[in-house]
């Protein structure tokens, strides 16, 4: 079984479902020494599989693949329809129509069963966490399974239902919130705070995740006890991330001073560039996962492919400015730089 306090670099590539996360990505992290993941997110089952054998023919090194696990969405029809009224304007001026809401869990079962069939050598989950007898499935198949949480109760949901290693996400990790619950009052403790909270409870090993953008604050988690550092944001700007274009470009262009946490987008909490598309529809939109991510797909998309970072996600941690480009390696060595 993968063991954390093994790896050469205590550094996480953190899972970045949407575009960012690449087989190319996930290999050259774990290459440098480091741990890259796949993020299975939106994509079927077919095309995990076939990113998950891309990966193995580019390292013979460990990674990981994230899952979304599903959750009951707080949706409403009169929610939906009032957002869909008042994105009416916006689909209007692209000339398109707001996409569909309809019942989708992520294709999970399937999925799972292409983790238990490909064995990768770590599986880390978002969203909720798997029940016992889905980690000791993984147990059996010799994958370490990884719950992210962003709350002590959920940290203990999770060890109850056996997760032997936790990825504690801090309030300025970029992305979505880990959060069990969508609707659940924003975090009141920073990643520090909660790190200890978690430590307190429990001897598991933690990896910790939000906001590590530097090598100094690489270095901090790891001397609080973390046994991994995970970084995003610091990965977007790498040669071999698929990030956008257009991300890429709103990444480093000076208009874009800070970040906010937003349903707006895709009806659950997630970290990214304050833009006006957020600004305007942050107020009214509604809870709703994957109701909401579907109705704003097709306005995203051609927001995307009229070079407008205004109109779509950019997600991103509150670390952004600090982020690099290069290769992947050369990101791991910087963010490895002030380890002891
Ligand atoms: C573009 C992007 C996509 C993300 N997608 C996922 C995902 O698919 N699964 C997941 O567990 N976390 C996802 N995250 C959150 C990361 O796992 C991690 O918590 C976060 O990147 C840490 O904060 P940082 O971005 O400041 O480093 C995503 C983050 C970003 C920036």
């Known amino acids: 079984m993968f063991d954390f306090r093994a790896l050469r670099v205590p550094i996480v590539q953190a899972p970045m479902a949407g575009g960012p996360s690449t087989p190319e990505l996930a290999a050259a992290v774990s290459n440098a020494g480091a741990l890259g993941f796949l993020a299975a997110g939106y994509r079927s089952a077919a095309d995990l599989d076939e ?178 550092a995970q970084a995003g944001t610091a990965f977007l700007l790498a040669r071999e991330a698929g990030t956008h274009p257009v991300q890429r470009a709103a990444l480093v262009d000076p208009q874009f001073t800070e970040t906010a946490v937003t349903h707006a987008f895709s009806g659950r909490p997630a970290r990214g560039l304050a833009n006006e598309f957020m600004r305007r529809h942050d107020p009214v939109a509604p809870l709703g996962y994957p109701e909401v991510n579907q109705l704003t797909t097709p306005l995203r998309a051609a927001a995307t492919a009229a070079g407008d970072p205004h109109g779509t996600n950019v997600w991103a941690g509150a670390g952004f400015r600090s982020i690099r480009s290069g290769s992947a390696a050369e990101i791991v060595r910087h963010l490895a730089k002030e380890i002891v």
């Open 51 to 228: 990113q998950i054998h891309r990966a193995r023919l580019l390292t013979g090194e460990a990674f990981g693949v994230n899952l979304f696990v599903p959750q009951p969405s707080a949706a409403t029809e009169e929610a939906l329809a009032a957002y869909v009224a008042a994105l009416a304007p916006r689909a209007a001026r692209y000339g398109v129509e707001t996409g569909s809401p309809h019942p989708d869990d992520d294709a999970w079962a399937e999925k799972l069963d292409v983790l238990l069939a490909l064995r990768p050598a770590v599986a880390s989950f978002t969203f909720g966490s798997p029940d016992a007898e889905t980690i000791g499935r993984l147990a059996d198949a010799d994958v370490l399974a990884v719950v992210t949480v962003t709350s002590l109760a959920e940290a203990q949901i999770a060890l109850a239902n056996g997760a032997p290693v936790l990825v504690v996400q801090g309030p300025l990790a970029g992305g979505h919130r880990g959060t069990f619950d969508p609707a659940a009052p924003p975090p009141r403790d920073d990643l520090d705070t909660l790190f200890g909270r978690i430590r307190h409870y429990t001897d598991a090993p933690l990896v910790v995740a939000g906001g590590l953008t530097t090598p100094a604050s690489v270095a901090h988690v790891l001397a609080r006890g973390a046994v991994a």
